[in-house]
């Protein structure tokens, strides 16, 4: 009887206690974190490959490729000077757990150069990505907390690497920024002639005008 009493008891001390509205203890979380890419309007670049060193010290290769997200509106005034929004991570980074640092071999098709190198992720830079996914933004807790963490790599002329991620209420942090130097292989270690994808005309128009932005990335 009296354990029945005490089980009674603690059945109702717990349906008292309050539900937390911003857990997000059985919403739906992705195994892994993603990635992505930007660069600045009209400086056209494209990845080759890229690599992670995770927190446990495994390196894996070849998590993600290709184009970057970019807006090359031609509205007249230099909009190829610093960053100017933040495009979404698509890509998962399967089998990693969160980075220690990250390799990115890419061209950069206005200046005809290639760059590659690593760019250390700082533990503040991880623990964004940790609470990301850890509750509901407090803004809209009607709403499923992120299903992963993420991060985007800015890339520039000059071998710059800009990093942002993203919090728990979805806004875009720019954190850590690098500076990797050239390839000495060029476009494709070499393969194909050394050569380049063709500059988009829209580019070509604002370099012209305007020239490449150094300094403002």
């Keep these: 009887m009296k354990k029945l009493f005490a089980l009674l008891v603690m059945l109702s001390a717990s349906a ?25 309007a009209h400086m056209t670049v494209w990845v080759e490959t890229s690599a992670v060193e995770d927190i446990k010290g495994r390196i894996i290769y070849d998590i993600a490729a290709g184009v970057a997200a970019s807006s090359d509106n031609e509205n007249g005034t230099e909009n190829a000077r610093g960053w100017v929004g933040v495009g979404s991570s698509g890509m998962p980074v399967t089998g990693a757990d969160l980075p220690k640092r990250l390799f990115v071999r890419w061209q950069s098709i206005v200046e005809r150069k290639t760059y ?14 940790r609470n990301s996914t850890a509750r509901r933004c407090h803004e809209t807790p009607q709403y499923t907390a992120r299903p992963s963490a993420s991060l985007n790599l800015g890339l520039a002329p000059g071998g710059i690497i800009q990093v942002w991620v993203w919090d728990d209420c979805f806004r875009a942090h720019k954190v850590d920024r690098g500076q990797v130097g050239i390839e000495p292989l060029g476009p494709n270690q070499g393969k194909y002639n050394g050569h380049y994808r063709s500059i988009k005309a829209s580019s070509k128009r604002y370099i012209d005008r305007f020239g490449i932005p150094y300094g403002s990335w």
């Design 116 to 129: 590659a190198g690593w760019i250390d992720i700082s533990e503040s830079t991880r623990e964004i990505m």
């Design 16 to 40: 008292c206690q309050p539900v937390d509205p911003l857990s997000a203890k059985n919403d739906y979380r992705s195994p892994w974190w993603y990635i992505g890419f930007n660069e600045p």
